[in-house]
T-cell receptor, first 114, second 111 residues
Framework: DARVTQTPRHKVTEMGQEVTMRCQPI?????VFWYRQTMMQGLELLAY????????DSGMPKDRFSAEMPDATLATLKIQPSEPRDSAVYFC????????????FGPGTRLTVL | SQQGEEDPQALSIQEGENATMNCSYK?????LQWYRQNSGRGLVHLIL?????REKHSGRLRVTLDTSKKSSSLLITASRAADTASYFC???????????FGTGTRLKVLA
């Protein structure tokens, strides 16, 4: 059955290291979202793509975060350099159609930056 | 910010009882959605209600929307232990293209 996949599921790294998280949206979905979830801030929208074009990345710290969609089957979120405050669960979600509707979430990447 | 605020933050009930969660938001919306998140998992969509709808049902779920009060409620009837999860509302802003998620209600259903 169709689902959003994310890799890796868990990542432990040291401060200053580069982290790349990957997401495979559901085939045929044309919208992709990146979220970050922490106990303190809840679920925050980091970036939003439609038809592979970035429409909004205002939620991302621009100096260290970047999000791309090299093709329709892959979305990446990169942090360079990583900091302890980036520790969180990062979710990718995809959806279809022009109008906003249901988002299908991946299982998340749990990132720990030491 | 148009972030939804869920109330209560946590709720503990016995199996078979009904659970009601509320969501309040700040600006006008096109749609409001409810999601469930089991521990350690991603969010799962439950139901979407449009701004011109007042009530919607899906199985044991009943969602109401009062745009004049900028609030919505999610009712789970005849709760089961498997309903134990966090529940989030998500609102879009009229004229925007993205959803903002609320802070969530942690529901615990005791067997």
């Amino acid at each position: 059955d169709a689902r959003v996949t994310q890799t890796p599921r868990h990542k432990v790294t040291e401060m200053g290291q580069e982290v790349t998280m990957r997401c495979q949206p559901i085939l045929g979905h044309n919208t992709v979202f990146w979220y970050r979830q922490t106990m303190m801030q809840g679920l925050e929208l980091l970036a939003y793509f439609r038809n592979r074009a970035p429409l909004d990345d205002s939620g991302m710290p621009k100096d260290r975060f970047s999000a791309e969609m090299p093709d329709a089957t892959l979305a990446t979120l990169k942090i360079q350099p990583s900091e302890p405050r980036d520790s969180a669960v990062y979710f990718c979600a995809s959806g279809e159609g022009q109008a906003l509707g249901e988002q299908f979430f991946g299982p998340g990447t749990r990132l720990t930056v030491l | 910010s148009q972030q939804g605020e869920e109330d209560p933050q946590a709720l503990s009930i016995q199996e078979g009882e009904n659970a009601t969660m509320n969501c309040s938001y700040k600006t006008s919306i096109n749609n409001l959605q409810w999601y469930r998140q089991n521990s350690g998992r991603g969010l799962v969509h439950l139901i979407l209600i449009r701004s011109n709808e007042r009530e919607k049902h899906s199985g044991r779920l009943r969602v109401t929307l009062d745009t004049s009060k900028k609030s919505s409620s999610l009712l789970i009837t005849a709760s089961r232990a498997a309903d134990t999860a966090s529940y989030f509302c998500a609102t879009d802003g009229a004229g925007t293209y993205k959803y903002i998620f609320g802070t969530g209600t942690r529901l615990k259903v005791l067997a």
